[in-house]
């Protein structure tokens, strides 16, 4: 562990964070998670990056009976309530939980799947070029990155988007001690580890985005694929 890291406190808002989400931006971000799953289908082993309370990798698991996970989240107490969904439903023998900083960890495993909600704005652009630089390598040929993430659109719908989020992160801040103030540029990072964007769909005049990216195949030292 690198004891220099600044790590975000998300136990606190473990249980009333579903609530809060709602009265935020009422179905939206819920909408905007399980928008992909019926892509999902064809999925065996994924990499679900800061889930939360599991809502998603409860509904994933239940759609895709054959598929298995490595979960990741710094917090313990989002990794107990993630736990309970998936053993609610009978399927908590196909996950396997990782507490770890997202920063430093590398998986393991080979991916077909990997998921992001809302979660790669809790970091700088370059966390995430490092963060992409150590999944490339586990992504399967034509596997996907699907990401649902706020962003600023363009023209005058710009503004009120830049203040919301302004008040997110310092929500956030004071609620989690979260360092980061603006959000990184995610696509960059993955453009850079040779994955290619494939679909996206806004909400909320373009405040919420849902993303499908696709890991092209690759000779790349730097990014061997998984055969």
């Known amino acids: ?26 179905p939206f971000l819920e909408h905007c998670r399980f928008y992909r799953l019926p892509q999902m289908t064809r999925a065996r082993h994924a990499l679900v990056l ?21 979960v990741i989240d710094l917090s313990p107490a989002m990794l107990q309530l993630l736990s309970a969904r998936a053993a609610r439903i009978g399927a908590h023998d196909r996950i396997t939980l990782h507490s770890a900083d997202a920063r ?20 700088t652009t370059a966390e995430l070029q490092d963060m992409a630089a150590r999944i490339r390598p586990r992504l399967r040929p034509g596997a996907r990155w699907v990401i649902s993430e706020f962003a600023i659109p363009e023209g005058p719908a710009s503004i009120p988007a830049k203040v919301v989020v302004r008040g997110l992160y310092a929500a956030f801040h004071l609620l989690t001690g979260l360092k980061v103030t603006r959000l990184p540029d995610h ?38 694929s998984i055969p």
């Not at 562990?1 to 931006?25: G, H, K, Q, V």
């Not at 430093?104 to 970091?123: M, N, Q, R």
């Open 104 to 123: 430093e960890f590398t998986p393991a495993g080979s991916y077909d799947l990997v998921v992001t909600h809302f979660f790669l704005d809790c970091f």
């Open 50 to 70: 800061g889930d939360g309370d599991g809502r998603f990798l409860a509904r994933l698991l239940s759609q895709n009976p054959e598929i298995r996970a490595d």
């Open 187 to 224: 696509a960059a990072a993955l453009r850079a580890c040779g994955l290619v964007l494939l679909h996206q769909r806004r909400w909320l005049g373009g405040l919420v985005v849902s993303e499908m990216w696709e890991a092209q195949a690759t000779t790349s030292a730097s990014f061997p």
């Open 1 to 26: 562990m690198t004891p220099d890291l600044d790590r975000p406190d998300f136990n606190a808002i473990a249980r009333p964070y579903r609530w809060l989400e709602y009265l935020s931006f009422g």
